[in-house]
């Protein structure tokens, strides 16, 4: 059974660094066989993709976050992570890390998802 | 506002039909990229419900149907029960982001 779960602080404050891990297993990254990524919901709103990663350390990013994110993989620990800079108020939100099952030419998804952590960005 | 656009609410009887629709455009479901669909229960994470356009993961009863034409998909849920009460979203691939987008999601009241 994969899981997965998302660990880090749960309040920073605005223009520091929001910094979360997603620690995986039932699955080894480091296998290649899924992408993994990150996915943020604002209470009360809809989903946001924000970026992924493939065991080489490749990535890829959502446009509207790209100059602010950095999404990392250590396989020997089975973890990847992400680091969101300058934060604002407007980045509160449920943080969830996934498994992006790769579909060639055609659009990735996310088969599973940890259970979310809530990051508050306040002074 | 969400790339892919989704009616904010529908609501059915127990034991009654409903869909929830998906509309894109021709960077992402018109240009062929499948449709998936979750469903987020209040308080939890998403749930795979479809993928691929019309494919159930193991476990997700045979009530819940996607499909898929042009630029828009739908999700179809028979037989309402009030489980089902919860969020729906639908996500795809955008050509012009480079990357995963979500609908902006369905709230599903029961009666």
């Known amino acids: 059974q994969v899981q997965l ?6 309040l920073v404050k605005p223009s ?24 943020r919901q604002p209470p009360g709103k809809g989903l946001q993709w924000i970026g992924g990663i493939y065991y080489s350390g490749a990535t890829n990013y959502n446009p509207s976050l790209k100059s602010r994110v950095t999404i990392s993989v250590d396989t020997s620990k ?16 449920v943080y969830y890390c996934a498994r992006r099952v790769i579909v060639v030419a055609n659009s990735p998804y996310f088969d599973y998802w940890g259970q979310g952590t809530l990051v508050t960005v306040s002074s | 506002q969400s790339v892919l656009t989704q009616p ?4 059915g009887a127990p ?6 629709s998906c509309t894109g455009s021709s960077s992402n479901i018109g240009a062929g990229y499948d449709v998936q669909w979750y469903q987020q229960l209040p ?15 193991s476990g997700v009863p045979d009530r819940f149907s ?10 179809a849920i028979t ?24 609908g902006g999601g369905t709230k599903l009241t029961v009666l």
């Open chain 1, 16 to 39: 520091e660094t929001l910094s979360l891990t997603c620690t995986v297993s039932g699955d080894s990254i480091g296998s290649g066989s899924h992408y993994w990524g990150w996915i």
């Open chain 2, 43 to 57: 308080g939890t994470a998403p749930k795979l419900l479809i993928y691929g356009n019309i494919n159930r993961p």
């Open chain 1, 78 to 93: 089975n973890q990847f992570s992400l680091k969101l800079s300058s934060v604002t108020a407007a980045d509160t939100a």
């Open chain 2, 79 to 102: 037989g309402l029960q009030a489980e089902d009460e919860a969020e729906y979203y639908c996500q795809s691939y955008d050509s012009s982001l480079s990357g995963s987008i979500f």
């Open chain 2, 15 to 20: 034991g009654q039909r409903v869909t929830i």
């Open chain 2, 8 to 11: 904010p609410s529908v609501s």
């Open chain 2, 66 to 75: 996607g499909s898929k034409s042009g630029t828009s998909a739908s999700l």
């Open chain 1, 5 to 10: 779960q998302e660990s880090g602080p749960g």
